[in-house]
Nanobody, 114 residues
Framework: VQLQAFGGGSVQAGGSLTLSCAAS????????VDWYSQAPGKERELVASINSGDFTNYVDSAKGRFTISRDRAKNTVNLKMNSLKPEDTAVYYC?????????WGKGTLVTVSS
């Protein structure tokens, strides 16, 4: 099983990016999938989650700006990030807990300049 996160990049404040988490060996729609961020010098923190019923949850700072969603055909979970702020600069990781194991994708860097 492998998770791969991609879609990061550099944008100016107010811009948008869409991150994607792709899985091999695992059907993501069966499990809760999370996106975490880790800013330089800070701990990794939960940004958004989507469960198997497509119920979503967001950290307060992401509400109204970020949208987590599934693409079942592509077996991906996406994080659409709008109105990006410099404080959103971080490495973003996708995560799932499936069949008693934690799986993490390699991070993708998002840099937001002011």
């Amino acid at each position: 099983v492998q998770l791969q996160a991609f879609g990061g990049g550099s944008v100016q404040a107010g811009g948008s990016l869409t991150l994607s988490c792709a899985a091999s060996g695992l059907t993501l729609s069966r499990f809760t999938v999370d996106w975490y961020s880790q800013a330089p010098g800070k701990e990794r923190e939960l940004v958004a989650s989507i469960n198997s019923g497509d119920f979503t949850n967001y950290v307060d700072s992401a509400k109204g700006r970020f949208t987590i969603s599934r693409d079942r055909a592509k077996n991906t979970v996406n994080l659409k990030m709008n109105s990006l702020k410099p404080e959103d600069t971080a490495v973003y990781y996708c995560h799932t807990y499936a069949e008693w194991l934690h799986y993490w994708g390699k991070g993708t860097l998002v840099t937001v300049s002011s």
